[in-house]
């Protein structure tokens, strides 16, 4: 049989310091994008994680999972939408997943 879990409603507080830490989070990786201090996805991961990442994207965690290992997989839209919650400009996102697409692929169009 199985067991019902009970949860207890969130007050207004801790809501607001919820949402807090979440922006917070969110800032820093803004930041640190921006001056590409961040060179993996590794690095954002452990700011914010791969499970809330994906639900923050909508997609499944395998999924997320899947595209960071290749990242040729994103498409255009999931670039958008990580810049739109990092809220970077597309092409700081885009530059991003370009670096890791040329560090991960072995095609001569991709090396230097």
Known sequence: MARKTRTRPLNNEQVLAR????????????NELE???IE???Q???VISETR???????SFYTLR???KD?????????????TLFHVK??????????????TSKSPLFQE
């Open 19 to 30: 949402e807090s830490k979440r922006h917070n989070r969110l800032n820093f990786i803004k």
């Open 35 to 37: 001056a590409r201090r």
């Open 40 to 42: 993996s996805f590794e």
């Open 44 to 46: 954002i991961f452990s």
């Open 53 to 59: 990442m994906a639900i923050e994207l909508g997609i």
């Open 66 to 68: 899947k595209k960071v």
């Open 71 to 83: 990242p040729t997989e994103f498409t255009i839209s999931e670039m958008m939408r990580l810049a």
């Open 90 to 103: 597309y092409d700081v996102m885009s530059d991003f997943i370009l670096e890791k697409v040329k560090a």
